[in-house]
T-cell receptor, first 117, second 117 residues
Framework: GDSVTQMEGPVTLSEEAFLTINCTYT??????LFWYVQYPGEGLQLLLK?????DKGSNKGFEATYRKETTSFHLEKGSVQVSDSAVYFC????????????????FGTGTLLAVQP | DGGITQSPKYLFRKEGQNVTLSCEQN?????MYWYRQDPGQGLRLIYY???????QKGDIAEGYSVSREKKESFPLTVTSAQKNPTAFYLC????????????????FGDGTRLSIL
């Protein structure tokens, strides 16, 4: 079945370090891909998205490129801040052509990022 | 501001008791969802509704019930049949099926944390 695999955390970085959180997926066709961020005690917020191969989503200094050939959507940021400390979720939504009419999102298990001053 | 309001923020359940979690949205979204979040397991879909008076079971519906009598409201009842209800519950909404297929994201509330007394 369709699935999303994220690197296990926690990821601990110093401020201004480079961030990569790996995400790979298994799905038929061309799913839409999303990164969500969850700050402590809060719900999820959409960080960025990509809907087709080679699309690059970006927001708040974060970027992720939809790589069909490697089935990946890795999250990157060139210089992290303490305020980026949160849990990051990678998610996919099936292509409607391949049974995606139910609107369901499939989430990875989340990666905790802790940024130290 | 438009958004999703979940209440209460914290909820305690006694053994054998049913409890209801509230979710209200003023985004004029057709589709609404309930997720359960457990540590290390990401989000799992409980129920979803694509339109008023219609809802579908998600991956872990046993022990839960929902209703969708109004477009803006999608309450979740955790019944006594749910033997392990302690978790963080998240409600979400999206525009509609067509909107979602174009990459429109789900919007999330801030969650309700349910614990057993």
């Amino acid at each position: 079945g369709d699935s999303v695999t994220q690197m296990e955390g926690p990821v601990t970085l110093s401020e201004e370090a480079f961030l990569t959180i790996n995400c790979t997926y298994t799905a038929t066709g061309y799913p839409s891909l999303f990164w969500y961020v969850q700050y402590p005690g809060e719900g999820l917020q959409l960080l960025l998205k990509a809907t087709k191969a080679d699309d690059k989503g970006s927001n708040k200094g974060f970027e992720a490129t939809y790589r069909k050939e490697t089935t990946s959507f890795h999250l990157e940021k060139g210089s992290v801040q303490v305020s980026d400390s949160a849990v990051y979720f990678c998610a996919l939504r099936k292509s409607p052509v391949y049974g995606g009419a139910t609107n369901k999102l499939i989430f990875g298990t989340g990666t905790l990022l802790a940024v130290q001053p | 501001d438009g958004g999703i309001t979940q209440s209460p923020k914290y909820l305690f359940r006694k053994e054998g008791q049913n409890v209801t979690l509230s979710c209200e949205q003023n985004l004029n979204h057709d589709a609404m969802y309930w997720y359960r979040q457990d540590p290390g397991q990401g989000l799992r879909l409980i129920y979803y509704s694509q339109i008023v008076n219609d809802f579908q079971k998600g991956d872990i519906a046993e022990g839960y019930s929902v209703s969708r009598e109004k477009k803006e409201s999608f309450p979740l009842t955790v019944t006594s049949a749910q033997k392990n209800p302690t978790a963080f519950y998240l409600c979400a909404s999206s525009i509609d099926m067509t909107g979602f297929s174009l990459g429109q994201p789900q919007h999330f509330g801030d969650g309700t944390r349910l614990s057993i007394l």
